[in-house]
């Protein structure tokens, strides 16, 4: 053979597949091998109730993210606080790619500038209504202070200081909520905050933004007093 023929030829013999730490799976109570291998037969099954628990996930290698430099479990599970923020001067996004690039631009800001070990958010959402994993569900993000170890912060990709997040924004928080709290990751009753309540002696930051803000008070985990388990980051 001619070696300046030979072509490397990407080949994908499997599909792209959701693993089950990605998907959020519980610990099997057992796992049994099986005991004909390889197996015989293909059963093929349909869905008998359309359940869409989660809301579609763009995960850290589909963005782009680099290493954290350090991945601290959280304390606290199932979590008992959702802290919300936004992006104030940060512009928003409407598609995957230039979501993935504001993902990049606060993971380098968040490491370089604070030196943070990884993006400081649990979750990022974009109007492309599309989630972002940042430190995800079981890693500590570095988003409020005294709130870390025991909150998701999620943070919503734009301005809302005087606009809402738009409809599939605001569906995918909901469904990302309620999907946490389906997979045993969010306390049942859990409560949800604006950032700016994090602070309650001087209300530092505008975060998430009066229009979120008003958005969040309507919502029926809102709380307006949050008190942290403990007061240590
Ligand atoms: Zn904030």
Redesign the pocket.
Known sequence: MRLQNYRMVPITICPSMVLRTAWGARNAVNRIPMEFTPVPYIVIHHGMVPITICPSMVLRTAWGARNAVNRIPMEFTPVPYI????G?IMTSCNNKVRCSELMRIYQDMHMEKQNWHDIGYSFAIGEDGNVYEGSGWSMRGS??SNYNSQSI?I?MMGNFEKKLPNDAALKALNLLISCGVRLGLIYEDYHIV???QTQPTNRL?P??GEALYEYLKRMPRWIEQPIPFVYQE
């Open positions: 802290v919300i923020h936004h104030s988003h409020t912060g943070l604006g950032h700016n930051t975060c998430p």
